[in-house]
């Protein structure tokens, strides 16, 4: 079981990292063929690139910590601290993939068994962390709806994987 989680921490980063490499090095000979030889260096004409693929890879926002830390005064965590601001609340149901009830989750029972200082559960995402999410969200949607239109106004699942 540990070695598993510690294959699973090792190569999502590793991926990560190889899909910035190859991202990079197609960058790299596209403006290269744009450019030509050095004999021939004109300057790259931004309109003749497309992109063709966004990968984004983002961590949870703020959260209450995982276990007490270890000191003798503990923080309070106040359950307010999970409030969910008015532009971050959207109605959902979590369902299995079949579409059925949520499924269990042993994370969420581990999580629960610690009670931190305050009354809140460990690990839950706090308003600052909603806020952090959704401040990400509308960076993203300015940067490719708006700006450089690769993603349609309106979600299109055939355009996310």
């Known amino acids: 079981m540990i070695a598993r989680?510690?294959?699973?921490r090792l190569w999502a980063p590793l991926g990560a990292l190889a899909?910035?490499?190859?991202y990079l090095q197609q960058r790299r000979l596209a403006l290269a063929q744009l450019r030509g030889t050095d004999d021939q260096r004109q300057p790259v004409d931004r309109n003749l690139l497309e992109l063709k693929m966004v990968q984004v890879v983002f961590r949870h926002g703020a959260r209450s910590p995982l276990k007490p830390?270890?000191?003798?005064e503990q923080?309070?965590?106040?359950?307010?601290l999970l409030e969910v601001p008015p532009q971050t609340h959207f109605d959902y149901t979590v369902t299995s993939?079949?579409?059925?009830p949520k499924p269990y989750s042993p994370f969420d029972a581990k999580f629960r068994e610690t009670v931190l200082r305050g009354g809140?559960?460990?690990?839950?995402?706090t308003?600052?962390?909603?806020?952090?999410?959704?401040?990400?969200?509308?960076?993203?949607r300015k940067n490719y709806v708006e700006d450089v239109?690769?993603?349609?106004?309106?979600?299109?699942?055939?355009?996310?994987?």
């Open 75 to 80: 923080v309070e965590w106040n359950p307010r």
């Open 19 to 22: 899909s910035l490499a190859y």
């Open 149 to 161: 239109p690769f993603l349609s106004p309106t979600f299109n699942p055939q355009e996310v994987l």
């Open 5 to 8: 989680g510690f294959r699973a």
């Open 97 to 100: 993939l079949a579409g059925g």
């Open 120 to 125: 809140m559960f460990a690990g839950q995402l």
């Open 127 to 140: 308003n600052v962390g909603m806020w952090q999410m959704f401040a990400l969200g509308e960076r993203l």
């Open 69 to 72: 830390l270890p000191q003798e």
